[in-house]
């Protein structure tokens, strides 16, 4: 287990190991104004104090216009400073890092807005909110909206942001052909249809400096018929790369795929020869680009993250659903319990999310309600 519990550094953020809670939107933030409350932060305590190394706290709006779902998180205004600040002095205590991941959710909207529609690359309808094409004073001012927000959460003692890219929100769907229809310098070739991503980086870099770990999560293909595809990984993140990101999380899948290729996948207790799902996505990118990467999908056993660590495949191993059913997981596996995460990939989890009620996992909660039964 030497390389998953060795110290790593990310442009001067030191990791304690190569593990990483990979975000997503925990529905728990006060609804009215998106601020950290207490419930939050005891959620991502428990997986501070379960030994990970970095964590990353799900989908923080960075513009009102931005907000998907009820409870998230938002970093839109200097409001949420403070309890963004707790959140981040509750994970330094128990010796793991945070990056804030920083997102706006595009045409992918379940809330209404103040504007009454959506804000995407392109004029279409992905949820019962329409959405209509950026212009381009509205891309400049979503530029400016991402660093502003990564402006707060460095203010708030955060050691790094994520860049949301994958998923279908903002980011993603300029990437994807499958939403991104535009005919001017943002759409058509995969120069145009990541020059916003690219915008948005520099922007933010710009913002927080050199020296302040800059991240990015986006798709390896979207599995979507006419999406962004597995050839066009390696050259976005050698454009990622020249523009200065610091690490790339890979991922895959969007709310709009197949079930089976769903950017969470329901497909039950994981076999182990399966458990890596963008292997291949993982072995291009190693051959041509230099950046830390971050692999998530579908790892559930140590002697796979292992794998992970000592055949070079990621330098980062990123776990989300086993840490909502066991925010200890790390710790167990570090003090010599080797059993695999008991998450079966139900994705029960994301029904009170969904809800307002907030993250938990639904199948450990139904298993003791049996027990006590």
């Not at 200097?78 to 990056?99: E, F, K, Y």
Request: glycine share 10%.
């Amino acid at each position: 287990m030497g390389e998953l519990f060795e110290r790593t550094v990310l442009n001067g953020m030191v990791l304690r190991n190569r593990f990483v809670h990979s975000a997503t939107n925990e529905g728990m933030a006060n609804d009215d104004d998106g601020c950290v409350n207490d419930r939050l932060i005891r959620l991502k305590e428990e997986v501070a104090a379960g030994e990970i190394g970095l964590l990353i706290p799900g989908n923080a709006y960075v513009s009102a216009q931005g907000k998907s779902r009820p409870g998230q998180t938002g970093v839109h205004s200097d409001d949420t400073i403070p309890g963004l600040a707790r959140m981040a002095d509750v994970v330094h205590r128990h010796g793991a890092r945070i990056a804030l991941q920083l997102t706006h959710a595009g045409g992918n909207m379940y809330v209404p807005p103040e504007r009454g529609y959506a804000l995407g690359p392109s004029t279409m309808q992905l949820t019962d909110v329409s959405c209509r094409a950026m212009h381009t004073e509205d891309i400049a001012q979503t530029v400016a909206d991402f660093a502003a927000a990564a402006v707060r959460a460095k203010r708030a003692g955060c050691d790094a942001v994520q860049l949301h890219g994958a998923h279908s929100y903002l980011l993603s769907q300029f990437l994807s052909p499958y939403f991104n229809a535009r005919d001017d310098e943002y759409g058509g070739s995969l120069e145009n249809r990541a020059r916003f991503v690219l915008e948005v980086l520099h922007a933010v870099r710009t913002a927080v400096g050199p020296d302040f770990p800059v991240l990015i999560k986006v798709n390896s293909e979207d599995f979507l018929d006419g999406g962004f595809v597995l050839d066009d990984f390696v050259p976005l993140c050698l454009m990622l790369e020249k523009e200065g990101i610091d690490a790339i999380e890979v991922s895959g899948g969007t709310h709009f795929s197949d079930p089976e290729y769903f950017c969470s996948r329901p497909v039950g207790t994981v076999p182990r020869e399966q458990e890596i799902y963008f292997k291949e996505a993982a072995e291009r990118y190693k051959c041509e680009v230099s950046v830390p990467l971050m692999l998530v999908g579908g790892v559930r056993s140590l002697g796979v993250a292992e794998h992970v660590a000592k055949s070079g495949l990621a330098d980062y191993v990123s776990l989300c659903r086993p840490l909502i059913r066991e925010p200890g997981l790390v710790n167990r596996w570090h003090h010599g319990d080797s059993r695999p995460s008991t998450c079966t990939s139900c994705n029960l989890c994301f029904a009170p999310v969904r809800s307002g009620e907030g993250l938990y996992c639904v199948a450990l909660a139904q298993q003791k309600q049996r027990e006590n039964s």
